[in-house]
């Protein structure tokens, strides 16, 4: 099956900085990379997702980059602001079950 | 407004009540889910259907049961709760299986003691 590493697993950044985060997969044949964002007391809900064939995608301050060859890809939020401190979850689909199997997430936490 | 939405949003039970935590989407997807999220430990997946009376178990299915009678709902059903199944628990729901968007229920807070 799939195993997802994600780290790190806390961030503090300040307020205007970058933050990355960083996942590897393990299964060369998952081809769908998506990002969650889970604020509190809500359920995860996806940010952006990228799949197998680009190798970057950007969504206004948001943006995900993809290493096929080094399997593993992250998250980037530029110009952070207080609203995107949440938890974010990479994932990645396990083929042989068919689900998605997810890091064990990042708290981030934008200082204002 | 499409959405997953889950009853009971919190709930504290005793050792060994059965219990049932509904589950209920209005997009029509075909594949729905359990996860339990656990600090450090992310969402662990317990059970998928992916169509009606088609059930099968994830990562850490023990001391839960699901069923599939409809579409639109996939209840988790707890027979003999523990307090290792003390943990907040949402569902999901996505069209496809493990390679489109996945939407998520508001969760469910659960304690057993």
């Known amino acids: 099956g799939e195993n997802v590493e994600q780290h790190p697993s806390t961030l503090s950044v300040q307020e205007g900085d970058s933050a990355v985060i960083k996942c590897t997969y393990s299964?060369?044949?998952?081809?769908?990379f998506p990002w969650y964002k889970q604020e509190l007391g809500k359920g995860p809900q996806l940010i952006i997702d990228i799949r197998s064939n680009v190798g970057e995608k950007k969504d206004q301050r948001i943006a995900v980059t993809l290493n096929k060859t080094a399997k593993h890809f992250s998250l980037h939020i530029t110009e952070t602001q207080p609203e995107d401190s949440a938890v974010y979850f990479c994932?990645?689909?396990?083929?042989?079950?068919?689900?998605?199997?997810f890091g064990s997430g990042t708290r981030l936490q934008v200082q204002p | 407004e499409a959405q997953v939405t889950q009853n009971p949003r919190y709930l504290i039970t005793v050792t060994g009540k059965k219990l049932t935590v509904t589950c209920s989407q209005n997009m029509n997807h075909e594949y729905m889910s359990w996860y339990r999220q656990d600090p450090g430990l992310g969402l662990r997946q317990i059970y998928y259907s992916m169509n009606v009376e088609v059930t099968d178990k994830g990562d850490v299915p023990e001391g839960y049961k699901v069923s599939r009678k409809e579409k639109r709902n996939f209840p988790l059903i707890l027979e003999s709760p523990s307090p290792n199944q003390t943990s907040l628990y949402f569902c999901a729901s996505s069209s496809k299986t493990g390679n489109t968007e996945a939407f998520f229920g508001q969760g469910t807070r659960l304690t057993v003691v």
């Open positions: 994932a990645a689909p396990d083929t042989g079950r068919r689900a998605l199997t």
């Open positions: 299964d060369s044949a998952s081809n769908y």
